[in-house]
């Protein structure tokens, strides 16, 4: 018996048209792992930035707690830790207010006996 049938010599092809979805199917794990890192990026860069952020404001917070230390015990106030935190929640208050006119208004006491 003897096959019988067109062979194929050259073939040429103009255009492929395919389905973006299935493309998307194909590939749909390799594109979750590229979304998860580009999102675990992004992640990681907010935290350098957050990190470096709050170290800075925490910084600058510790110089002030010194200089209001300083600044008490120049005045020779007899210095508490009840002092402290409440000239501290003082000062943070009209700073996040932006009001320093409160300073004025509710001086701190100096207790009785301490020269000013």
């Not at 580009?38 to 200089?67: F, M, P, S, W, Y």
């Not at 003082?90 to 509710?106: I, K, P, R």
Request: aromatic content about 4%.
């Amino acid at each position: 018996m003897k096959r019988w049938g067109v062979q194929v010599t050259l073939l040429s092809i103009d255009s492929v048209k395919f389905d973006r979805e299935i493309l998307k199917g194909i590939n749909k794990v390799a594109m979750r792992q590229d979304e998860t890192d580009l999102r675990d990026i992004e992640a990681k860069r907010d935290a350098a930035r957050i990190r470096t952020v709050l170290g800075a404001e925490a910084e600058i917070e510790g110089e002030r707690v010194k200089a209001i230390i300083a600044a008490l015990q120049e005045s020779g106030v007899d210095i508490t830790p009840d002092l402290i935190s409440k000239v501290i929640a003082a000062t943070s208050d009209w700073q996040m207010e932006g009001d320093f006119s409160m300073q004025t208004q509710n001086p701190i006491q100096i207790p009785p006996g301490v020269k000013p």
